[in-house]
């Protein structure tokens, strides 16, 4: 916590953010554990020497094959890994207090929260000599001005896989998840920003709208879908995609492309409505026991070749302009026009309350 933030400020800010009593009580007390490091909290200050160990927390099947030991390998750090399904996982635990981790890989509108909670370091831009290799596409976005907080990692979009021995001719809409032909063979996110985004993306609203009115339609919507679906499930749809349980699944375009490698019958969808793109990057959360380490892994990361392995492991998009040139296939970057139907998640503040009771709503109906 910074020091000119009182205790009612943190109470009203943590509050916006729809964090519950017992979450600010534990952070509260974590920010109050962690005094602050000045060598950590000055960007331009040395980190010292090189430490031995690295503790990453990151989603599953995230890096390349050979991206950890090959850093082993050459550094002489260890590193122990430890996987998440969604952001508000990865959240709740640094929330909660859990310390000891050096990188951890946030979607936007979490690194949004990170910094507003003050759980983000900055980065140390010295350490970081191949910082040119980023696209300018990818760089200074709203969630992090001049990247103060974040390395982008990978990128990717938010649409629908589906089953082209099953479904032949799926419209390029979210309305097929509206389709009772289907029934019983569609899945989407298990995330409630992901499933009442579709819904507002199909009315043409904003999938970051907080208005009262298009929220109601995008909970009738996903209420009525939900009737036809399977089960909300994310990453974890891949195996069932690949077996033929499920013919269509709202998925991350990655996870579609990994799960493709093994059943070449798999299409996706971008809806004409459009869908959310995201951007994931390497954060340094408050507590990091490693920040050197932490850069030299930061900086291996924005190698061409390393970023490239990494994209074509994942089935995602690098925004790393000069590892495209090592990627057979690689994930092209946003036309202008593809950009219009795409829009990022964005912090939602004091209405991610309403968000979340929506989403208990439709789960529960």
């Known amino acids: 916590m910074r020091e000119d933030l009182s205790r009612r400020e943190f ?21 109050n554990r962690d005094k602050p490091d000045p060598v950590l909290e000055d960007p331009e200050r040395e980190l010292g020497s090189l430490e031995r160990e690295l503790a990453i927390y990151i989603w599953s099947d995230y890096v390349a094959p050979d991206t950890i030991p090959n850093f082993e390998r050459e550094f002489g750090v260890k590193v122990t890994m430890d996987f998440y399904d969604s952001n508000e996982e990865m959240l709740a ?30 980065v140390h831009h010295r350490y970081l ?56 063979k569609m899945t989407q996110m298990d995330d409630g920003r992901d499933v009442l985004g579709s819904w507002l993306r199909y009315h043409g609203h904003s999938l970051n709208s907080i ?66 793109i995201w951007l994931d990057s390497l954060v340094m959360p408050r507590g990091a026991p490693h920040p050197r380490a932490a850069h030299e892994f930061m900086n291996y990361i924005l190698r061409p070749d390393v970023e490239a392995a990494i994209s074509t492991a994942t089935g995602y998009g690098t925004p790393n302009h000069e590892a495209i040139r090592l990627i057979e296939h690689p994930v092209p970057y946003p036309t202008g026009e593809e950009m219009a139907r795409l829009e990022y998640q964005r912090d939602l503040g004091r209405d991610t309350a309403t968000w979340d009771q929506l989403w208990t709503e439709i789960k529960s109906a």
């Open 11 to 31: 109470v009203r800010r943590a509050s916006a953010l729809g964090l519950s009593l017992p979450v600010m009580s534990a952070l509260f007390a974590a920010c």
């Open 93 to 122: 635990k640094l929330q909660a207090g859990a310390r000891g981790y050096d990188i951890v890989v946030p979607s936007t509108y979490i690194v949004e929260v990170l910094i507003a909670t003050n759980l983000a370091l900055p």
């Open 129 to 184: 000599t191949s910082w040119r290799n980023l696209s300018s596409v990818f760089l200074n976005r709203g969630f992090d001005p001049g990247n103060r907080y974040t390395v982008p990692w990978l990128w990717g979009v938010t649409g629908f896989a589906y089953r082209r021995d099953k479904v032949p001719d799926p419209p390029p809409s979210w309305e097929i998840f509206l389709d009772p032909r289907y029934r019983g």
């Open 211 to 276: 208005n009262p009115s298009e929220l109601a339609v995008a909970e009738r919507d996903a209420i009525a879908a939900k009737k036809n679906l399977k089960a909300y499930i994310s990453a974890p749809v891949k195996g069932q995609l690949i077996s033929g349980d499920v013919w269509v699944a709202q998925l991350w375009n990655g996870d579609a492309e990994q799960a493709r490698m093994e059943q070449p019958e798999l299409g996706y969808v971008v809806p004409k409505e459009g869908c959310t």
